[in-house]
């Protein structure tokens, strides 16, 4: 199985339950853990990019895909495009949906829209955004703003969608649509979990993963 997320560290013990029957691929994305952002910014299809390329380098076969959060973003976009080269995926409060926005942010979005125009210093975004260097930034737009729907059609290979029914970072909506527009897909919900729902029930997680390893 060759699987990735947002950090490689926190998929350690998972993949130290599945190495005596898979041969495991962990992998940093541009930006995350050891793997240092180049010094320009980056699009969704660089991350895509980077995996293809991995895949062809070892040339792997049988590949399943296991991708959390962010890496979800990657992983739908690689299955709708390069879907010849996957056996199986699985999405695990996976990214890539575009959000419901409430009253709230819209009048955030004006107020910046308003300030920006009058040239009035403020603070815009949230404090994870306003942290990062301006490059991280502009790969951190590029990709918040590709709302990847339009794929999941195109996603026919067998999908197995993981969900924490408390997620707040990707709520549960997102799961229940990714499962209504990915043909054949399967969701589970993991009570009392959030969006590391991996970490929060691994018993169950394993389990559930291990289950559909071994399907087909």
């Not at 959390?68 to 739908?76: C, D, E």
Request: glycine share 8%; charged share 20%.
């Amino acid at each position: 199985m060759h699987g990735w997320g947002g950090s490689v560290a926190s998929f350690m013990g998972l993949a130290k339950q599945l190495c005596g029957e898979y041969r495991v691929t962990l992998l940093d994305f541009y930006g995350f853990g050891e793997t240092p952002h180049p010094d320009f910014a980056l699009s969704l299809d660089d991350f895509v990019q980077s995996v293809i390329t991995l895949i062809n380098y070892y040339k792997m076969k049988n590949v399943i895909l296991v991708a959390h959060s962010f890496g979800g973003r990657v992983a739908i976009k690689i299955a709708a495009k390069y879907g010849y080269l996957l056996e199986k995926m699985v999405l695990v409060d996976a990214a890539g949906l575009k959000p419901r926005r409430g009253v709230r942010y819209h009048y955030r979005l004006l107020r910046h829209k308003i300030l920006k125009a009058l040239k009035v210093p403020h603070k815009a975004g949230s404090a994870d955004y306003r942290q990062l260097p301006s490059i991280k930034k502009k790969t951190f737009v590029n990709i918040v703003n590709e709302n990847l729907t339009a794929l999941l059609p195109k996603v026919t290979l067998p999908t197995l969608i993981v969900w924490g029914n408390n997620d707040k970072e990707t709520p549960i909506y997102m799961a229940r649509k990714l499962n209504k527009k990915i043909m054949g897909s399967g969701l589970v919900v993991l009570k009392n979990a959030g969006h590391y729902s991996y970490l929060d029930r691994p018993f169950e997680f394993l389990l559930i993963l291990k289950s559909f390893l071994a399907e087909g």
